[in-house]
């Protein structure tokens, strides 16, 4: 098991664990399809690619369920649904 998903801060981050399982699970699509990973991790595994990319902020879900990077907006990403 991955030590990130032992925590609920991750779960927080994102807004819930719904939303985190479809995050993780888009990205991962995305990654087997070629998309490059948007950490520097010495690892070919795409999960904790995936893990390291939330953790960092450097995806999250839109509001119409599509992952996007920090790149794709000038301003970041709100961190939960609480802080709305």
Known sequence: MYEELKDDAL???????????TLI??????????AP??????????MKI??????????YLDMGGNVRTVADQSDQPPRSLSSL
Not at 11 to 21: A, E, H, P, Q, W
Not at 25 to 34: C, D, E, I, S, T
Not at 37 to 46: A, M
């Open 50 to 59: 995936v893990l390291r990319e939330i953790m960092e902020d450097k995806i």
């Open 11 to 21: 779960i927080d981050k994102v807004g819930g664990r719904f939303k985190l399982s």
């Open 37 to 46: 990973p948007l950490v520097d991790l010495d690892t070919k595994d795409r």
């Open 25 to 34: 699970q888009k990205r991962l699509v995305a990654l087997m399809k070629g």
